[in-house]
């Protein structure tokens, strides 16, 4: 079983940044493909980024050159870097495992990122 933790979320206005970070435990972490997602209220969830075990990133375009995707296997942590954010930003932000061999997918309580002035 695998816990993840988000930190780091709160009011922010527009053009600010932001660093979330997601824990891991209970897994070997570094197996793990990770991902942050967003949900806006009255809208899906949706992708935001999102880093395999050998550090590859993939970004949609909405956020892509203002987000930044990273991980620290020595510290079981993943972070998502939010520069230049937008009201459109405005959601609760989950951080996922994803374990590709076992197709196995763990989610975060997630953490609320308001963007407004």
């Known amino acids: 079983q695998v816990q993840l933790v988000e930190s780091g979320g709160g009011l922010v206005q527009p053009g600010g940044s932001l660093r979330l970070s997601c824990a891991a435990s209970?897994?070997?972490?570094?197996?793990?493909?990770m991902g942050w997602y967003r949900q806006a209220p009255g809208k899906q969830r949706e992708l935001v980024a999102t880093?395999?075990?050998?550090?590859?990133?993939t970004y949609p375009s909405s956020v892509k050159g203002r987000f930044t995707i990273s991980r620290d296997n020595a510290k079981n942590t993943v972070y998502l870097q939010m520069n230049s954010l937008k009201p459109e930003d405005t959601a609760v932000y989950y951080c996922?495992?994803?374990?590709?061999?076992?197709?196995?997918?763990?989610w975060g309580q997630g953490t609320q990122v308001p963007v407004s002035s």
């Open positions: 996922n495992a994803y374990f590709a061999r076992t197709k196995h997918s763990y």
């Open positions: 209970g897994t070997t972490f570094s197996s793990y493909s």
């Open positions: 880093i395999t075990s050998g550090g590859s990133t």
